[in-house]
Protein backbone atom coordinates (compact mmCIF):
# COMPACT_ATOMS: atom_id res chain seq x y z
CA UNK A 1 0.00 0.00 0.00
CA UNK A 2 1.51 3.59 -0.97
CA UNK A 3 2.28 6.16 1.99
CA UNK A 4 -0.32 8.68 2.28
CA UNK A 5 2.89 11.21 1.08
CA UNK A 6 2.93 9.44 -2.41
CA UNK A 7 -0.84 9.46 -2.44
CA UNK A 8 -1.54 13.18 -2.50
CA UNK A 9 1.86 13.84 -4.28
CA UNK A 10 1.10 16.18 -7.43
CA UNK A 11 0.92 14.49 -10.52
CA UNK A 12 0.88 10.81 -8.74
CA UNK A 13 -1.60 8.23 -8.93
CA UNK A 14 -5.51 8.13 -7.53
CA UNK A 15 -5.03 5.45 -4.80
CA UNK A 16 -7.71 4.28 -3.16
CA UNK A 17 -8.48 2.11 0.02
CA UNK A 18 -7.84 -1.64 -1.24
CA UNK A 19 -10.60 -3.10 -2.24
CA UNK A 20 -12.99 -5.49 0.13
CA UNK A 21 -13.15 -9.23 -0.83
CA UNK A 22 -15.56 -10.39 2.31
CA UNK A 23 -14.70 -13.99 3.70
CA UNK A 24 -16.56 -16.83 3.60
CA UNK A 25 -18.67 -17.14 6.98
CA UNK A 26 -19.66 -20.00 8.43
CA UNK A 27 -23.54 -20.12 8.70
CA UNK A 28 -24.26 -16.46 7.48
CA UNK A 29 -23.67 -14.96 3.85
CA UNK A 30 -22.52 -11.00 3.63
CA UNK A 31 -22.55 -8.94 1.25
CA UNK A 32 -22.31 -4.84 0.39
CA UNK A 33 -23.10 -2.90 -3.08
CA UNK A 34 -23.01 1.20 -4.03
CA UNK A 35 -24.66 2.99 -6.44
CA UNK A 36 -22.17 4.75 -9.23
CA UNK A 37 -18.88 6.45 -9.16
CA UNK A 38 -17.78 6.94 -5.52
CA UNK A 39 -18.29 10.63 -4.98
CA UNK A 40 -17.89 11.24 -0.97
CA UNK A 41 -16.41 8.97 1.56
CA UNK A 42 -18.60 6.05 1.99
CA UNK A 43 -16.31 3.24 3.26
CA UNK A 44 -16.92 -0.48 4.06
CA UNK A 45 -14.69 -3.45 4.68
CA UNK A 46 -15.13 -6.97 6.36
CA UNK A 47 -11.87 -8.93 7.12
CA UNK A 48 -11.48 -12.30 9.43
CA UNK A 49 -9.50 -11.60 12.72
CA UNK A 50 -9.85 -15.05 14.37
CA UNK A 51 -10.58 -18.36 13.26
CA UNK A 52 -14.43 -17.92 14.60
CA UNK A 53 -14.88 -14.23 14.33
CA UNK A 54 -14.91 -11.87 11.26
CA UNK A 55 -14.94 -7.57 11.60
CA UNK A 56 -17.45 -5.87 9.46
CA UNK A 57 -16.85 -2.03 9.29
CA UNK A 58 -19.16 0.93 7.31
CA UNK A 59 -17.24 4.32 7.46
CA UNK A 60 -18.73 7.85 6.16
CA UNK A 61 -15.59 10.28 6.15
CA UNK A 62 -16.88 14.20 5.99
CA UNK A 63 -16.26 15.98 2.14
CA UNK A 64 -15.71 14.44 -1.08
CA UNK A 65 -13.63 11.69 -2.44
CA UNK A 66 -10.73 13.70 -3.65
CA UNK A 67 -10.29 15.36 -0.19
CA UNK A 68 -11.00 12.53 2.29
CA UNK A 69 -9.63 9.65 0.18
CA UNK A 70 -5.83 10.06 2.47
CA UNK A 71 -8.45 9.69 5.46
CA UNK A 72 -10.44 6.41 4.29
CA UNK A 73 -6.95 4.64 3.75
CA UNK A 74 -5.73 5.59 6.92
CA UNK A 75 -8.68 4.36 8.66
CA UNK A 76 -8.07 1.39 6.70
CA UNK A 77 -4.81 0.40 7.88
CA UNK A 78 -5.77 0.69 11.29
CA UNK A 79 -8.97 -1.85 10.84
CA UNK A 80 -6.61 -4.43 8.86
CA UNK A 81 -3.46 -4.15 11.50
CA UNK A 82 -4.80 -3.55 14.64
CA UNK A 83 -8.22 -5.93 14.48
CA UNK A 84 -6.76 -9.34 13.93
CA UNK A 85 -4.24 -7.76 17.12
CA UNK A 86 -7.22 -7.22 19.39
CA UNK A 87 -9.60 -9.90 18.24
CA UNK A 88 -7.61 -12.75 17.07
CA UNK A 89 -7.38 -14.69 20.89
CA UNK A 90 -10.13 -16.90 21.99
CA UNK A 91 -10.68 -15.63 24.88
CA UNK A 92 -11.24 -11.60 25.22
CA UNK A 93 -13.94 -9.27 26.25
CA UNK A 94 -15.23 -8.35 22.94
CA UNK A 95 -16.51 -5.36 23.68
CA UNK A 96 -13.08 -3.62 25.06
CA UNK A 97 -11.66 -4.54 22.04
CA UNK A 98 -14.03 -2.84 20.14
CA UNK A 99 -13.81 0.09 22.22
CA UNK A 100 -10.25 -0.16 21.53
CA UNK A 101 -10.67 -0.30 17.76
CA UNK A 102 -12.56 2.56 17.75
CA UNK A 103 -10.09 4.28 19.71
CA UNK A 104 -7.21 3.72 17.35
CA UNK A 105 -9.06 4.47 14.16
CA UNK A 106 -10.29 7.63 16.12
CA UNK A 107 -6.59 8.80 16.58
CA UNK A 108 -5.90 7.89 13.18
CA UNK A 109 -8.23 9.93 11.81
CA UNK A 110 -7.43 13.08 13.89
CA UNK A 111 -3.12 12.33 12.91
CA UNK A 112 -4.30 12.21 8.77
CA UNK A 113 -6.77 15.18 8.65
CA UNK A 114 -3.97 17.45 10.89
CA UNK A 115 -7.34 18.33 12.47
CA UNK A 116 -11.18 17.69 12.40
CA UNK A 117 -13.23 15.93 10.32
CA UNK A 118 -15.91 13.96 11.40
CA UNK A 119 -16.55 10.29 10.63
CA UNK A 120 -19.84 8.05 11.31
CA UNK A 121 -18.59 4.92 11.37
CA UNK A 122 -20.66 1.31 12.44
CA UNK A 123 -18.16 -1.39 13.31
CA UNK A 124 -19.21 -5.05 14.16
CA UNK A 125 -17.39 -8.53 15.28
CA UNK A 126 -19.07 -11.38 14.14
CA UNK A 127 -18.79 -14.71 16.08
CA UNK A 128 -19.72 -17.55 14.18
CA UNK A 129 -19.79 -20.20 16.54
CA UNK A 130 -22.55 -18.00 18.72
CA UNK A 131 -23.99 -15.58 16.21
CA UNK A 132 -23.64 -12.87 18.38
CA UNK A 133 -22.76 -9.56 17.46
CA UNK A 134 -20.49 -6.77 19.23
CA UNK A 135 -20.82 -3.38 17.47
CA UNK A 136 -20.05 0.43 17.95
CA UNK A 137 -22.36 2.77 16.51
CA UNK A 138 -20.41 6.11 16.65
CA UNK A 139 -22.94 8.77 15.10
CA UNK A 140 -23.91 6.35 12.16
CA UNK A 141 -26.83 6.11 10.42
CA UNK A 142 -28.62 3.37 13.12
CA UNK A 143 -28.07 -0.09 11.81
CA UNK A 144 -31.11 -2.46 11.25
CA UNK A 145 -32.07 -5.84 12.66
CA UNK A 146 -34.21 -8.14 11.00
CA UNK A 147 -36.05 -11.35 13.25
CA UNK A 148 -39.30 -12.84 13.94
CA UNK A 149 -40.45 -10.21 15.82
CA UNK A 150 -39.85 -7.09 13.34
CA UNK A 151 -37.29 -4.77 12.48
CA UNK A 152 -35.39 -3.25 15.37
CA UNK A 153 -33.03 -0.11 15.54
CA UNK A 154 -29.21 -0.50 16.62
CA UNK A 155 -28.80 3.36 17.31
CA UNK A 156 -25.79 5.29 18.28
CA UNK A 157 -23.37 4.52 21.09
CA UNK A 158 -21.52 7.19 21.11
CA UNK A 159 -20.34 10.75 19.36
CA UNK A 160 -18.81 10.56 15.28
CA UNK A 161 -14.89 9.42 14.84
CA UNK A 162 -12.77 12.08 14.23
CA UNK A 163 -13.45 15.02 16.36
CA UNK A 164 -11.87 14.55 19.80
CA UNK A 165 -8.54 12.29 20.58
CA UNK A 166 -10.00 10.87 23.78
CA UNK A 167 -13.47 10.12 22.87
CA UNK A 168 -15.10 7.08 23.50
CA UNK A 169 -17.84 4.82 21.85
CA UNK A 170 -19.86 2.38 23.33
CA UNK A 171 -20.07 -1.09 22.62
CA UNK A 172 -23.04 -3.84 22.48
CA UNK A 173 -23.58 -6.99 22.05
CA UNK A 174 -26.70 -8.66 19.97
CA UNK A 175 -27.70 -12.09 19.50
CA UNK A 176 -28.75 -12.82 15.42
CA UNK A 177 -30.79 -16.04 15.44
CA UNK A 178 -31.51 -18.04 12.08
CA UNK A 179 -32.80 -16.50 9.42
CA UNK A 180 -31.99 -12.92 10.92
CA UNK A 181 -30.99 -10.23 9.22
CA UNK A 182 -28.53 -6.94 9.51
CA UNK A 183 -28.67 -4.12 7.56
CA UNK A 184 -26.37 -1.42 7.21
CA UNK A 185 -27.08 1.43 4.68
CA UNK A 186 -25.04 5.12 4.30
CA UNK A 187 -26.56 8.81 5.11
CA UNK A 188 -26.57 9.56 0.92
CA UNK A 189 -29.08 6.40 1.65
CA UNK A 190 -31.43 7.61 4.17
CA UNK A 191 -31.06 11.65 2.41
CA UNK A 192 -31.51 10.77 -1.03
CA UNK A 193 -34.20 13.11 -2.18
CA UNK A 194 -37.23 12.83 -4.00
CA UNK A 195 -40.19 13.66 -4.65
CA UNK A 196 -43.81 13.12 -3.01
CA UNK A 197 -47.06 14.74 -3.87
CA UNK A 198 -45.35 17.39 -5.20
CA UNK A 199 -43.61 18.31 -2.44
CA UNK A 200 -39.14 17.27 -2.11
CA UNK A 201 -38.46 14.48 1.01
CA UNK A 202 -35.77 12.53 1.76
CA UNK A 203 -35.72 8.65 1.86
CA UNK A 204 -35.84 8.63 5.44
CA UNK A 205 -34.94 5.68 7.77
CA UNK A 206 -38.57 4.88 8.04
CA UNK A 207 -39.02 4.12 4.04
CA UNK A 208 -35.47 1.85 4.72
CA UNK A 209 -37.43 -0.01 7.36
CA UNK A 210 -40.13 -0.78 5.53
CA UNK A 211 -38.38 -1.94 2.37
CA UNK A 212 -36.25 -4.16 4.45
CA UNK A 213 -39.36 -5.87 6.16
CA UNK A 214 -40.57 -6.78 2.91
CA UNK A 215 -37.41 -7.71 1.43
CA UNK A 216 -36.71 -11.42 0.29
CA UNK A 217 -33.28 -12.68 2.42
CA UNK A 218 -32.39 -15.45 -0.39
CA UNK A 219 -29.10 -13.74 0.00
CA UNK A 220 -28.08 -10.54 1.51
CA UNK A 221 -26.93 -9.28 -1.85
CA UNK A 222 -30.26 -9.69 -2.66
CA UNK A 223 -31.15 -7.95 0.47
CA UNK A 224 -28.70 -4.84 -0.81
CA UNK A 225 -30.31 -4.24 -4.58
CA UNK A 226 -33.60 -4.18 -3.22
CA UNK A 227 -32.72 -1.51 -0.89
CA UNK A 228 -31.02 0.68 -3.11
CA UNK A 229 -32.97 0.19 -6.09
CA UNK A 230 -35.82 0.84 -4.22
CA UNK A 231 -33.93 4.58 -3.15
CA UNK A 232 -32.99 5.02 -6.88
CA UNK A 233 -36.55 4.64 -8.04
CA UNK A 234 -37.59 7.36 -5.30
CA UNK A 235 -35.08 9.90 -6.25
CA UNK A 236 -34.95 9.09 -10.02
CA UNK A 237 -35.67 12.80 -10.98
CA UNK A 238 -32.54 14.02 -8.60
CA UNK A 239 -29.38 13.94 -9.46
CA UNK A 240 -26.84 11.67 -7.11
CA UNK A 241 -24.91 13.85 -5.08
CA UNK A 242 -23.56 11.34 -2.60
CA UNK A 243 -22.57 7.95 -2.28
CA UNK A 244 -25.33 5.11 -1.39
CA UNK A 245 -24.38 1.95 -0.01
CA UNK A 246 -26.01 -0.71 1.80
CA UNK A 247 -24.12 -3.89 3.69
CA UNK A 248 -26.07 -6.89 4.75
CA UNK A 249 -25.49 -9.99 7.06
CA UNK A 250 -27.68 -12.98 7.08
CA UNK A 251 -27.41 -15.58 9.66
CA UNK A 252 -28.14 -18.94 7.64
CA UNK A 253 -27.25 -21.75 10.55
Aim: aromatic share 6%; hydrophobic share 45%.
Amino acid sequence: MCSLFQSRRAGAPVIEPVPTIFPKIEGADMAAVFVGKRIAGDFYDAIRVSPQRVLIGLLDVAGRREQNRHLLIAAQEIFREVGPELFSAADINEADAMTELNLRINRALIAASEGVRSCPAFIACYHEKFGTLCYSNAGHTPALLRDRTGVSELGSTGLPLGLFSHATSDSRIVGLEKGAALLLVSRGVIECEGRVEGSSQDFGLSRVQEVFQSAELSSAQTVCASILNSVNRFGAEVPICDDRTALAVIRTA
